[in-house]
């Protein structure tokens, strides 16, 4: 176990009735806030209006960027830069889900850097310093941008989705409601699912080295979480324990706890956002097809010890198998709960994704270095491969 720092800086605000503390929260910041949202589900549910009123009997002065992409595009983000400028703007209100909070994220950290470009930050691979400060309303159950300090942006002139981090651009506050996420579509919360479980499975649950016990048995129960409660979510949408439970999943998943003495070794995801980058798929959705496909491809004697503890734990496979079966029916059980419980399309192909572009997608997957350095390295011969397996 490696020796670890852990300090999260977010406060969460969870439950039902606590966006009354938001004008108070705002207020530690100034006046003068600019709203980040997406396409318009707020508006449909009502939150936008009920934002405006307690904003305004808040006396805050609002300013507004709607329409932000599933897939932020920089050139979105840059435009939130442009309005903190004219607009004076002391900070953020991000309300939707990942891709709201990074364009937020993206803004923040812009506004306050030597350039009006977004883009000029994800190429300096430098971590993020100064940002203005950012506040969360997560409205979907997915990626935990909502108490991290990650964000992916989209570049589709340069057919990248690649991302910035830093401890500054962590949000300030966060309001998790899960009554918030009772209109989530169906496919939307199948894919959230997904990527929460993913962020457990793809970045820390198999690693080179050990692991602390007490956290790898959290990412047991973690998984769990969502194997239990994404089909009852499903089933019914404004079951509060259901959504409750995958709110608090999704911000537990990628806030570093879980990292915690682990070397993070990402692979799925790498690989995922060259396909959302170049076919705007759900981020989700592109992971439930990788990740089946890749533990297939690396399965060996050697990978088959970690990956049967998968399945023994979270999908009751036999304990009496040997590594290799067990590993193979920990694959059909993963594949059962993506692509049948949660009714996720299986393959690429039915995305209408062909092997067109695979060659150059592996090669941008393991730029920089030639590699996608995860639990077991990856070359863009193994990642074209694994591409292929998915169609
Ligand atoms: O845009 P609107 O109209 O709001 O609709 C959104 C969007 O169409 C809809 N939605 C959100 N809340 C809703 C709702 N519809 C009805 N009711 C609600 N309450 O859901 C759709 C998807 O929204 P999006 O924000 O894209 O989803 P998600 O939270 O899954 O975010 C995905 C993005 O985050 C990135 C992904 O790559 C992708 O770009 N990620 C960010 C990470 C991070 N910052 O730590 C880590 C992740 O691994 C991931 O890469
Ligand atoms: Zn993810």
């Not at 991302?163 to 949000?171: F, K, L, W």
């Amino acid at each position: 176990m490696n020796d670890f720092t852990f300090q999260n800086p977010t406060k969460i605000y969870f439950g039902k009735d606590q966006l009354k503390h938001l004008p108070t929260e705002l207020s530690n910041s100034g006046k003068r806030v600019l709203l980040v949202y997406g396409g318009g589900s707020i508006k449909k549910t009502g939150l936008y209006d009920k934002l405006i009123n307690l904003l305004e009997n808040g006396k805050m002065e609002v300013f507004e960027l709607g329409g932000i992409e599933p897939n932020p595009r920089h050139t979105t983000v840059n435009e939130g830069v442009k309005l903190c400028r004219e607009k004076n703007i002391d900070m953020v209100l991000a309300v939707g889900g990942g891709s709201v909070i990074d364009a937020s994220k993206g803004i923040c950290a812009t506004a306050l850097a030597e350039t009006d470009n977004v883009w000029d930050l994800v190429e300096a691979k430098k971590p993020i310093v100064k940002a203005l400060p950012l506040y969360v309303i997560l409205t979907i159950a997915a990626t935990g941008s909502e108490m991290n300090g990650g964000a992916v942006i989209s570049n589709l002139e340069l057919k990248l989705k690649q991302g910035i981090s830093g401890y500054s651009i962590r949000p300030k506050v966060s309001f998790l409601d899960p009554t918030l996420t009772y209109s989530v579509s169906k496919y939307q919360t199948a894919c959230g699912s997904v990527d929460i479980m993913m962020h457990t499975i793809d970045t820390k649950y198999f690693s080179k080295d050990e692991k602390m016990d007490m956290i790898y048995r959290m990412m047991d129960e973690h998984l769990l979480t969502v194997v239990k409660w994404g089909p009852t979510a499903l089933a019914n949408p404004n079951d509060y324990e259901a959504r409750a439970n995958l709110m608090w999943a999704s911000t537990w998943a990628l806030n570093s706890f879980m990292t915690c003495g682990v070397v993070q070794a990402v692979s799925c995801h790498t690989m995922e956002h060259e396909l959302s980058a170049v076919y705007d798929i759900t981020h989700g959705h592109g992971l439930a097809i990788l990740a089946p496909r890749w533990l297939e491809y690396i399965l060996n004697e050697d990978t088959a010890k970690q990956i049967r503890r998968l399945g023994e734990k979270c999908f009751n496979v036999d304990q009496t198998l040997d590594d290799i079966k067990a590993s193979k029916e920990t694959i059909a059980k993963l594949k059962e709960f993506f692509f049948e419980t949660l009714g996720l399309a299986s393959t690429l192909k039915e995305l209408n994704i062909n092997d067109e572009k695979f060659k150059e997608m592996a090669i941008n997957a393991c730029n920089p270095h030639g590699v996608i350095k995860g639990y077991v390295d990856l070359y863009p011969e193994d990642v074209e491969a694994i591409y292929r397996m998915c169609l």
